[in-house]
DNA sequence: GCAAAAGTGTTATCCCTACACCCATGC
DNA sequence: GCATGGGTGTAGGGATAACACTTTTGC
């Protein structure tokens, strides 16, 4: 719980070094055993959740902001990030702004402002993320994406409206790379799919259909010590990745 | 060209009534005689064209505001609009600053900042528009999408970004319905097509398509007095024509 | 009657779907 | 050896793409 104080020096700050009215709020999906995860904050004033955000420099590219913002959650850097819709009325943000303004006076108060939100959803690597709360925040976590805890403002809006985003995007873009390890099985791959779309999908289909995109490399090894037949490791082709991520795919599930 | 004074007064009431920092540009098309149209104005300090534009009030939604601002410049209302983008480089308007720089001390000027502007495209019945300059510029008017004025600004970013994101939801989306006068024929209508995707499509595999989808219905009359075989008039059978908006189509060109 | 535009139908191909059989591994 | 998961191939159906002939109308 941020003391008074503390909140007259952040407002104080944000005044001096963000610009007014605008926000960005991350949709930041994983990908680990099987399970989509979204990264989420525990607010420290109420039992909600909320999705990692910030605001934008006066003088800063707003992806940048984007990444600069999801480095100081994740601590990763160069994420897959992509804005997708701004969420733009005025009372969105209405609860919070009267929690605030309880605190501050509401007139010189940076918090207690409208805020329209930019909305980016990133996609990056489970395992080497390391999610870090901010300070209005007591909790920074993965989520099952099948399991949410209850949202704060329109977060559950701004989630969904990434997911469905996300969804469409399959359709046109690859998106493995930024949500596998380097090295993963075609089944491990199609859990990832089947995830996202929230429905099964036949794995013969499903190999060709990857395969005849041309992204990925069939590597020798398998993947041992499971408990049947191993199956073999395949590795992203990049350069065909990027000229996919350019040019588009094609066709639709 | 506007005056000192009159600047310093439109400076005023903006900074009373706008959200700073942000700003709306809208990429309007229209059809007219086969030929596609995009909406622009002429500025009067320069030239070069512009997007119609403006500014989101303090507490009005974002969509109402892109809404507000093409009633303006076109007289129309329940405009089709979709937001599309976010162009967010603080160099963005950064001629336009210096502009305005020379005109108003910095400090005070609400031009003279940078502003984050959120894209908006819109299909709109030519017929019925009735374009009207802005105090910023003198002339408004449409212009033909394959003979396109100098642009200001990043507009032809924002222009360009408009016509990718109509040439993908064609994918998914009806789309004649806000662009096509009440009845029309079928090489019409694939005009739009054409135009909008930049390519000559197959008659009879348009028709067979446009007809699939459900939301034409054909009229008995036929459209005398061309000089050959006379088409048969289609109108739209809005019921359809909603639910494949919500729904969506299918399959791509 | 001829040129130009519009109406209509057929075929081939591709892609997606559905489905079946064999192989490897751990218990 | 048997259950489980993974590798691979094929046949059918639906949609798209390519393509040709006929009809109407003004000159």
Redo the contacts between chains.
């Keep these: 719980m941020l003391t008074k104080e503390q909140l007259e020096t952040l407002w104080a700050e944000a005044d001096e070094i963000y610009?007014?009215?605008?926000s960005i709020d991350c949709v930041v999906f994983g990908f680990h055993e099987g399970v989509m995860k979204v990264l989420m904050l525990k607010s420290n004033n109420e039992d909600a959740w909320l999705l990692p955000g910030g605001f934008?420099r006066?003088?800063?590219?707003?992806?940048v902001?984007a990444n600069r913002i999801l480095k100081e959650r994740t601590g990763l850097d160069e994420i897959f990030l992509k804005?997708f819709?701004?969420f733009?009325?005025?009372d969105r943000t209405k609860l919070h702004n009267e929690m605030y303004r309880d605190m501050l006076p509401a007139k010189k108060n940076f918090f207690d402002r409208?805020f329209?939100s930019?909305g980016y959803y990133a996609l990056v690597d489970f395992v080497n993320a390391n999610p870090t709360p901010d300070v209005f925040s007591e909790v920074c976590t993965w989520q099952d994406i099948n399991d949410l805890p209850p949202f704060q403002l329109d977060h559950e809006l701004i989630f969904k409206t990434a997911l469905d985003t996300l969804r469409l995007q399959l359709n046109?873009q690859p998106i493995g790379y930024n949500l596998m390890p380097r090295e993963f099985t075609m089944p491990e791959l199609q859990k990832l799919y089947e995830t996202i779309l929230g429905k099964k999908l036949d794995r013969r289909n499903f190999q060709r259909r990857m395969l005849g995109f041309g992204i990925l490399n069939k590597l020798e090894e398998t993947r041992k010590g499971g408990a049947h037949k191993a199956p073999y490791l395949y590795e992203f082709n990049l350069e065909h990745y990027q000229a996919a991520l350019d040019g588009g795919l094609?066709?639709?599930w």
Excluded: A
């Design positions: 610009l007014n009215n605008i934008v006066k003088l800063e590219p707003i992806d902001s804005q819709h701004v733009g009325d005025p409208r329209i930019i046109y094609s066709g639709g």
